[in-house]
């Protein structure tokens, strides 16, 4: 079982950053790809970005592909999402999720965080 926390998120004007944390509690982290997505209003689960378990291979989006990185730190049992240039559109809830294998896929996920919100503001 693994929990998932995520925080950094908040109101930022457009072309600003923001760093998404995601917590993860248990002691089997380190053997779980993680993936970020993210969900705006009235719109499906999209894909952001993943890492495998050792931080070795690295998945993203297009839309993101050199404005977000993703990366993580297996000691302290956190992923993070470091997000620059930010654009009205990356206005959305960011979810965590966790996954025996590196994909894109919401589906292929196990476990998930709350999710925390990033608004981008004009």
């Known amino acids: 079982q693994v929990q998932l926390v995520e925080s950094g998120g908040g109101l930022v004007q457009a072309g600003g950053s923001l760093r998404l944390s995601c917590a993860a509690s248990?002691?089997?982290?380190?053997?779980?790809?993680m993936g970020w997505f993210r969900q705006a209003p009235g719109s499906e689960r999209e894909f952001v970005a993943a890492?495998?378990?050792?931080?070795?291979?690295?998945l993203y989006a297009d839309s993101m592909k050199g404005r977000f990185t993703i990366s993580r730190d297996n000691t302290r049992n956190t992923v993070y999402l470091q997000m620059n240039s930010l654009k009205p559109e990356d206005t959305a809830v960011y979810y965590c999720a966790a996954s025996r294998g590196l994909n894109s896929w919401p589906a292929e996920y196990d476990y998930w965080g709350q999710g925390t919100q990033v608004t981008v503001s004009s």
């Open positions: 248990g002691r089997t982290f380190s053997s779980y790809a």
């Open positions: 890492i495998s378990w050792s931080g070795g291979t690295k």
